[in-house]
């Protein structure tokens, strides 16, 4: 499994757009996607303007196709990115679970 984590700093005044825009991509993307085992979004309730992306994909290959996809090419690589101060992607490989 390969864990990806986003961490976006988001222009000034821009967290309720950024949060419309990820709900409507993780309906129309991760949602329906084979390989993508979980999609998660989350807001710091003492960080205004900032959202953590935090996906969990079969391999890099379903990685590959979900950012592919016309739903994140159109609202993650389009409106969501004009939206970001900074783009930062870190990769986890999975170790324990229980």
Do not use: N, W
């Not at 969990?56 to 969501?80: C, E, P, V």
């Amino acid at each position: 499994m390969l864990a990806k984590l986003f961490p976006f700093p988001l222009r000034p005044g821009t967290q309720a757009e950024a949060e419309r825009l990820a709900r409507q991509f993780a309906c129309a993307g991760p949602a329906r996607e084979d390989g993508t085992q979980s999609f998660r979004i989350y807001r710091d309730p003492a960080r205004p303007d900032y959202l953590l992306f935090v996906g969990h994909f079969a391999d890099h290959a379903a990685y590959d196709r979900h950012t592919r996809s016309a739903a994140y090419q159109h609202l993650m690589a389009g409106k969501f990115a004009d939206l970001i101060l900074e783009f930062v992607e870190i990769d986890h490989e999975l170790v324990v679970s229980h």
